[in-house]
């Protein structure tokens, strides 16, 4: 198992950027692909980004495209995502997920392990 925690939430206003990190302890990292999701209060949890096990593949969804970037530091055991040019529909709770079997997945049912997320409010 993998235990997962991140850091990096606060308060930005809209057209900044702030990075998020997941720090994993446990088994080794390079045996998952790692993603990130977020839940906005009151809608469901949505896909963000994942990586696959060397960081050489990215998946993105569509709403982050081109101003969000996933990457691994599997010498760090550590994941990030870095948030550019926020908007207001960005707050939310994000939440690291480690997914031990198969390859990249945008559900989150397809992954087993998760941090205990962190807030990233955006303002105007």
């Known amino acids: 198992q993998v235990h997962l925690v991140e850091s990096g939430g606060g308060l930005v206003q809209a057209g900044g950027s702030l990075r998020l990190s997941c720090v994993a302890s446990?088994?080794?990292?390079?045996?998952?692909?790692m993603g990130w999701f977020r839940q906005a209060p009151g809608k469901a949890r949505e896909f963000v980004a994942a990586?696959?096990?060397?960081?050489?593949?990215?998946a993105y969804a569509d709403s982050v495209k081109g101003r969000f970037t996933i990457s691994r530091d599997n010498t760090q055991n550590t994941l990030y995502l870095q948030m550019n040019s926020l908007k207001l529909e960005d707050t939310a709770v994000y939440s690291c997920?480690?997914?031990?079997?198969?390859?990249?997945?945008?559900?989150?049912?397809?992954?087993?392990?998760w941090g205990q997320g962190t807030q990233v409010t955006v303002s105007s």
């Open positions: 446990g088994r080794t990292f390079t045996a998952y692909v």
């Open positions: 997920a480690a997914k031990y079997y198969g390859g990249i997945g945008s559900n989150s049912d397809q992954y087993d392990y």
């Open positions: 990586i696959n096990r060397s960081g050489s593949t990215t």
